[in-house]
């Protein structure tokens, strides 16, 4: 089982930085994000009718009373971020080179709990999907504190196992993400890019904020290895006894034609593409990506 | 292809050690689970053929490097062999050793002799032909017996071959002069001789290359370019491979003989020793020693010996016994020992024993051919001559052995038995004397038939018509001789006061042919208008023959009655008595022989050689023309006193000793001009070397022999670079590759 839990040092990094939205976001907290529809705010809008889900705090009482109805009060307010993590656990992110700071897994883990934290310290809503060939778990949006500590415990139970099968995923979670809001993917995006596009463009379609983090093990990078080696596919069940000296031209060529291929799919869905190093220390990967995305959002 | 270290190709084992380490390498690996297989798998697919290509390359580079170092450490040599794609290339060739083992090349150089170092170079090429594996034949022939090679046409492996190198091992230097030409042209012959021998021929001079011997008067080299002209030059060539020293410093005792003639009991006799100092530098009191039987005499040193010069020294000497002694002369050992000694084996005699045949019995007192003869060599009364005259008529020389004389003086003798003429002519040849008067008995066609032969038998020349003067007065005297002779001693001075007291009242007209009797001179002529010889000398071998153109008694001259007479007959006796040192003196490689008169000693000896314990064994032989049986001892290729023990029918073994010494010319150790030598065998198949350190000589008689050690290094340079190269191109040992991350 995975450790996950978000370092201080992390915490202590990122504590005054914010997650923000590009474009305009469905949420309900005032602040940040400039929100198009009308939510529950100090400034009344209209009445409208309890539904399953609305709390409880926000039924008026005085009209239950009047009409013996119940009916929630709209505000005219800010909305708040609604952010969907969604975390590559497939067995490919197992890998942890001699360099790295963690697994990939954890390090993209750890990479999710820093975002939720963000995201929840500045009452933004947060959730999470885990997935590999499928969606495995998912924990709704929630601005609740409660739910860093759901996600981590999430993150931490899963079970590596299967090979990434992104397309259907993000496929479904476009179909089934009503409301717009940031998507961040954190994967090592072992999988066709034919399926990452086409998910990136059917959540783009969705009016949604696409950030892919992809993650790479500095090995995956340098391709450092000297002597015989026998790789064996963490999801690929194949086997390789190679002199690595003698193939890592054409391996590095391989990731460099890979890595061209995620950025081009990206820019072409108009997603934000983040390579993270696990060799870095994560707070400082963390910290540099939202003030880059601060200072890119302040410049929008 | 030859190897001079073949063992050490067990080396090319190394070759695979590369293989063995790949093999190790790939049952030793890491395992890593790897996430990004796919890009992996399809650098893989992408590269696996040149990486297998790559492997594989510095896989064999590896290995060729091993096997370089291999193969530069065993040092190849590329032969003929190895070029065998080449035409003719890969004949066989019989390599012909013609050595040299003349007495010069006992010469010690440092810690070896020339012979040495020719026998090394015998052996190393032996060595690199059984390497070589190519089936080359081997002929061995030692300039000494070129007619008996110790080794024809051996291969280098078989037993054969083996053998006559351990018969080479144990052999020394002849010591007796090269005859370059002789040992050329045999070898010539013998090759020409076999057309369907191997078709290609190396011929290996190995001399000490000294000048005596290559260049002489001039004269040998041009024999030996006329002996190698008969090679077919596109299938056989002439290496001189010259493995003398440079060093020249060497003295030499050229001569160790008596002064007089003669060696007479009880009468001193000088000696003469010349020693030559054949260095560059003057030598300084040379020791002597004479070695006499048992007796060891220091001799006064030799003060100086200039460089190039000889110096003398005298010693008198008496015996006091008569029979055959051995003398030597030594020197203190040097470089070249063979020349620091020589012998000499005298006959000394208490009396001349001379035959005189008388033609004509006298009458009566002094009337006889011989008498006056016998008295001039034997006068009465108190004179003593020291010659025992023995006369004897005609007949008896049909049995009479003429070794038991010193001289034999025939007086009108009809003819001499035509079937002793043979043992005659060998008894003068060995060194016997013969004086013959004319007289009128003499058959002037049975002398003519069998004594002058026309040139070729005993007599200076052949019988002349008869002339008579009137009267005495009338009678030619003799002349004034016109050079120095003994016999004519006497009569030296136009005034001399016995030239008019000889007349000459009969005479022949005795020509002598410039033709038939070159050899002859005549001593003393009448003074009459022909100028006819009176006294005329021819030698014989080792002896001479003396003819008188008058009669021993007064028939035809007055001569015998003048005191003239018997001062002549008496030199007449020395001069033509053997020598003391006649027949017992040879050269080396000169046949011993020894006549025996099989009624008198049995038909056997033995002979004791120098450096021999055990005598060898000889038995005489009968020859044609001859009624004496002959011993010989053929070899005689080693210097020293040999002594010959014969068996007499009665009394005790008779003991000869005879000396045997190398030619003096040995000790000059000069050395021949190499750009003179091969000036004179220009346009010649013909090439001078020295064997080099290596002693690779098959290198430097087929041309096409090199040491490939270098190449070797220089290609495994070559390997190991590439093989760098490639490795650190397959290896890709660099950062900058590394992909870097997020921008």
């Known amino acids: ?300 | 292809m030859l190897f001079a270290h073949p063992w050490l190709l067990w080396g090319l084992g190394l070759i695979s050690v590369p293989v063995i380490i790949h093999l190790l390498n790939r049952r030793r690996f890491q395992v890593v689970r790897w996430g990004a297989m796919e890009l992996l798998l399809r650098a893989n697919k992408k590269n696996r053929r040149r990486i297998r290509l790559e492997h594989i390359i510095i896989l064999l580079l590896r290995c060729l490097a091993m096997a370089l170092i291999a193969l530069a450490v065993a040092r190849p040599v590329a032969t003929s062999g190895a070029l065998a794609g080449l035409p003719g290339v890969g004949d066989r060739v019989e390599r012909v050793f013609l050595l040299d083992d003349s007495g010069s090349m006992g010469h010690r150089t440092g810690r070896t002799t020339a012979w040495d170092r020719a026998r090394q170079v015998v052996r190393r090429l032996v060595e690199d032909l059984e390497r070589d594996g190519k089936g080359d034949l081997l002929t061995v022939v030692r300039a000494s017996r070129p007619e008996v090679p110790d080794l024809l046409q051996g291969a280098a492996t078989n037993e054969r071959t083996r053998t006559a190198l351990r018969a080479l091992a144990a052999a020394e230097p002849a010591a007796v002069p090269l005859d370059a030409p002789r040992l050329l042209e045999e070898a010539v012959r013998r090759i020409l001789d076999d057309p369907d021998g191997p078709p290609q021929r190396v011929l290996y001079v190995v001399t000490d290359l000294r000048r005596r011997d290559w260049v002489g008067e001039g004269d040998v080299l041009r024999a030996v370019g006329e002996a190698v002209k008969k090679l077919p030059a596109d299938r056989a060539r002439v290496l001189l491979v010259d493995v003398g020293g440079d060093e020249t410093r060497n003295l030499s005792v050229t001569s160790l003989e008596p002064l007089e003639k003669l060696a007479m009991v009880g009468v001193p006799l000088e000696l003469v020793v010349r020693v030559a100092n054949r260095g560059e530098a003057p030598e300084f009191d040379v020791p002597l020693l004479l070695e006499a039987g048992e007796s060891r005499i220091p001799l006064p040193p030799v003060a100086r010996v200039d460089a190039g010069q000889e110096a003398e020294v005298r010693h008198r000497y008496t015996f006091m016994t008569p029979g055959v002694h051995a003398l030597s002369v030594k020197l203190p050992d040097d470089a070249l020992g063979l020349d620091d000694v020589r012998h000499v084996a005298l006959e000394v005699r208490e009396r001349l024993r001379v035959l005189v045949v008388e033609g004509e019995e006298g009458q009566g007192p002094l009337d006889g051919e011989a008498d006056l003869l016998r008295l001039a060599l034997a006068p009465s009364g108190d004179l003593l001559t020291g010659v025992e005259p023995v006369v004897v008529a005609p007949e008896a020389l049909r049995e009479l052995d003429l070794s038991g004389f010193h001289a034999v003086f025939a007086c009108n003798l009809e003819a001499w038995p035509p079937e002793r003429v043979p043992d005659l002519e060998r008894w003068v040849a060995r060194g016997g004397g013969l004086c013959l008067f004319l007289g009128d008995l003499v058959d002037a066609a049975a002398w003519t038939r069998d004594l002058h032969k026309r040139g070729q038998g005993l007599l200076p020349c052949a019988p002349g018509r008869r002339f008579e003067a009137p009267r005495e007065e009338e009678a030619p005297s003799l002349s004034a001789p016109e050079g120095e002779h003994p016999l004519a001693q006497v009569f030296q001075g136009d005034r001399n006061p016995f030239l008019r007291r000889v007349r000459a009242r009969v005479r022949q007209g005795l020509r002598v042919s410039a033709e038939d009797d070159a050899t002859t001179r005549v001593v003393l002529r009448l003074d009459d208008a022909e100028r006819t010889p009176f006294l005329l000398e021819k030698p014989v071998g080792e002896g001479r023959v003396v003819l008188v153109n008058a009669t021993a008694d007064l028939a035809w001259s007055s001569w015998p009655r003048d005191p003239s007479f018997i001062v002549t007959a008496q030199e007449l006796v020395r001069a033509l008595a053997p020598a003391a040192t006649a027949g017992r003196n040879l050269a080396c490689g000169q046949p011993l022989e020894r006549a025996l008169n099989p009624a008198r000693t049995w038909p056997r000896g033995r002979v004791t050689v120098p450096g021999q314990e055990a005598p060898a064994e000889l038995h005489a032989e009968a020859r044609p023309g001859s009624d004496a049986l002959w011993l010989s001892l053929p070899d005689t290729r080693r210097p020293g006193v040999y002594t010959l023990e014969l068996q007499p029918r009665s009394g005790d073994p008779i003991r000869e000793p005879y000396a045997v010494n190398v030619d003096p010319r040995e000790g000059d150790l000069a050395r021949a001009d190499e750009a003179q030598v091969m000036a004179a065998l220009e346009g010649l198949p013909v090439r001078v070397v020295r064997p080099d350190a290596t002693g690779d000589l098959l290198a430097q008689s087929d041309g096409a022999r090199t040491e490939l050690w270098r190449a070797c290094l220089l290609l495994l340079t070559c390997a190991l670079a590439l093989e760098q190269v490639l490795a650190w191109r397959a290896a890709r040992h660099t950062t900058a590759d590394v992909v870097e991350v997020g921008a």
């Open chain 1, 1 to 300: 089982m995975p450790a996950v839990a978000l370092p201080e040092d992390v915490r202590d990094r990122i504590a005054r930085l914010s997650v923000g939205a590009f474009g305009l976001v469905e949420g309900s907290l005032a602040g940040l994000h400039k929100s198009p529809y009308q939510g529950f705010s100090v400034e009344f809008a209209q009445h409208r009718e309890y539904t399953w889900g609305d709390e409880l705090r926000h039924v008026d009482w005085k009209v239950f009373a009047r009409t013996d109805r119940h009916y929630v009060k709209q505000y005219e307010e800010e909305t708040n971020l609604q952010a969907t993590i969604v975390l590559d656990q497939s067995e490919s992110m197992l890998y942890r080179g001699s360099r790295a700071q963690a697994s990939k897994y954890e390090y993209a883990a750890t990479l999710a709990a820093g975002l939720a934290f963000v995201l929840l310290r500045q009452q933004d809503a947060a959730g999470l999907v885990l997935f590999d060939d499928q969606v495995r778990r998912r924990l709704p949006p929630s601005a609740h504190p409660a739910q860093l500590r759901n996600m981590t415990s999430a993150m931490a139970e899963v079970e590596l196992r299967a090979e990434t099968t992104a397309g259907p995923v993000l496929h479904q979670l476009a179909d089934e993400l009503t409301r717009r809001g940031v998507v961040f993917i954190i994967s090592d995006l072992l999988f066709p890019r034919a399926q990452l596009l086409d998910g990136l463009k059917h959540l783009r379609h969705k009016r949604h904020d696409v950030v892919v983090l992809q993650v790479v093990d500095p090995d995956e990078l340098s391709f450092p290895f000297e002597d015989m080696t026998r790789f064996e596919g963490l999801e690929v069940p194949r086997a390789l006894l190679v002199d690595p000296r003698a193939l890592r031209q054409g391996y590095l060529e391989a990731l460099g034609e890979f890595l061209r291929e995620v950025e081009a799919a990206c820019t072409e869905a108009r997603a934000d593409h983040v390579r993270m190093d696990t060799g870095a220390p994560v707070g400082v990967a963390l910290a540099r990506f939202l003030s880059q995305r601060l200072g890119r959002r302040g410049r929008g």
